[in-house]
């Protein structure tokens, strides 16, 4: 049984929707008891010797209004265009994976949610449910007359990505305490966008575990998309 670090237990933990830049939301939050949020600091832009002090700055100002950092989500904490071709590059763009990950350990991040994946889009961000709330929807059917993805990849190239890069990266994981939640693709179809996905079942994720067995290398619940497998 592989640990599940989106809910963790006993704690109530906000999704990273939510900004600092709203704080009668905040408020609300608080008042229910929330104390933990899934954020993402920006690495954007900044060499590997500033990624800690950014995290920690990232931190500070949710602790100030209340809240810890538990989890780091993103697609990939730094830029893997070139991991996921496995192209020239990969290497170097590997460096800064290893320089991310070792900078969570020592800013107190203990878990990075990802995905190696191209990421998703919604078909409409206000569709109204009970009691006025609003959400956003993916219709697949409208989808699929979306525009396709600038970059477009098979399954053997995503799934030889990810062994390439879970075979170097989780020794560090363990030796940062950074446990990996790996997301899974949202919507949880393939193709999208033209593009392979992979992380779209649970046989796909029995697959991620056998690369390495650690419980380093783990699955970020989203409720939502498992649901929809």
Not at 147 to 169: C, F, K, M, N
Request: proline share 7%; glycine share 8%; with cysteine.
């Amino acid at each position: 049984m592989k640990e599940v670090y989106r809910m963790q237990p006993g704690k109530l933990v906000l999704p990273h929707v939510l900004s600092l830049d709203r704080p009668e939301r905040l408020q609300l939050c608080l008042q229910m008891g929330v104390r933990h949020v899934v954020s993402t600091p920006s690495l954007h832009g900044l060499p590997p010797e500033h990624y800690e002090a950014a995290m920690r700055r990232h931190r500070e100002a949710w602790a100030q209004a209340g809240f810890a950092v538990s989890v780091y989500e993103t697609m990939t904490p730094v830029p893997s265009e070139s991991i996921r071709r496995g192209a020239p590059g990969r290497e170097r763009e590997l460096a800064n994976w290893i320089a991310a990950i070792e900078a969570m350990g020592r800013a107190g991040i203990p878990v990075l949610c990802y995905n190696l994946g191209q990421g998703g889009k919604r078909t409409s961000s206000q569709v109204l449910l009970r009691g006025g709330a609003v959400t956003t929807e993916h219709d697949y059917a409208e989808s699929r007359t979306l525009p396709a993805a600038a970059e477009v990849y098979t399954d053997e190239q995503l799934w030889e990505a990810l062994t390439w890069l879970l075979e170097r990266i989780v020794p560090v994981c363990e030796r940062a305490n950074v446990r990996l939640g790996y997301h899974p693709n949202d919507p949880a179809v393939s193709p999208y966008l033209g593009s392979a996905q992979i992380m779209i079942n649970p046989a796909a994720y029995r697959r991620l575990f056998a690369m390495a067995d650690s419980p380093y290398n783990g699955v970020s619940f989203c409720m939502g998309n498992f649901r929809s497998m």
